[in-house]
């Protein structure tokens, strides 16, 4: 199949990715869109793994205020150097994580930074809610489970849907990133501020 600057600049407005990267993406997967998204998303995921282990001792904090003042996120953003730090790419990438602070309201950057005590309160109020409902022990525990799995990602920043575009998770558009700057980067903290809150 013919790969077309169309198509090339289509996938491009999709994942952010390279056009040559684009161009090779779809020529692997015969100009099929889907399949080629899925290959760029698994490249970015390889380069990320690849950097993961690399100190992210540079980079911003991003602050963003919404609702005239009633609402206000600041965020550090880690890379490993400060050329990547002061490239447009990544500004805008902790000013975004910012911007989705603000609206989604996560309680962690990851899993494992979700306090042990919410995930607790979380099983009792979903084990009684199963229980009342009629449902026998051995299934209520799966239900449980089930729901604990979506809870925290719900609530843990890197999995959350991106406000943007609700087709890639936080962690899409920071592998993306990664692949795309070749260098390791990380969503260190964040804190939330909210007026009556």
């Known amino acids: 199949m013919k ?3 169309q198509m090339v600049k ?9 056009m040559m990267d684009c161009k090779r993406a779809l020529g692997e997967t015969d100009g099929d869109m889907e399949k080629a998204i899925d290959l760029l998303r698994q490249k970015g995921l390889a380069v990320a793994a690849k950097r993961a282990d690399r100190a992210t001792s540079e980079g911003v904090v991003a602050c963003y205020i919404h609702g005239g003042g009633k609402l206000g996120v600041m965020v550090e953003v880690g890379c490993e150097t400060d050329f990547v730090a002061k490239t447009d790419d990544f500004q805008a990438f902790a000013r975004d994580i910012a911007m989705h602070v603000a609206a989604a309201n996560p309680v962690a950057v990851s899993r494992d930074e979700v306090p042990a005590d919410l995930i607790e ?17 051995n299934i209520v525990e799966k239900i449980v489970s089930g729901k604990i ?39 260190k903290r ?8």
Not at 123 to 135: F, V
Not at 172 to 178: A, G, K, R, S, V
Not at 190 to 197: D, H, I, L
């Open 121 to 137: 309160r979380e099983k009792e109020i979903y084990s009684k809610q199963a229980l009342e409902s009629g449902k026998p022990e």
């Open 3 to 5: 790969i077309t600057s």
């Open 149 to 187: 799995e979506k809870y925290i990602s719900e609530v843990c920043l890197l999995e959350q849907k991106f406000v943007k575009n609700p087709d890639l998770t936080i962690q899409d558009l920071l592998n993306e990133l990664i692949a795309k700057m070749g260098e390791n980067i990380s969503i």
């Open 10 to 18: 289509e996938l491009r407005d999709k994942t952010n990715a390279g």
């Open 190 to 197: 964040f804190a939330r501020f909210q007026v009556g809150a």
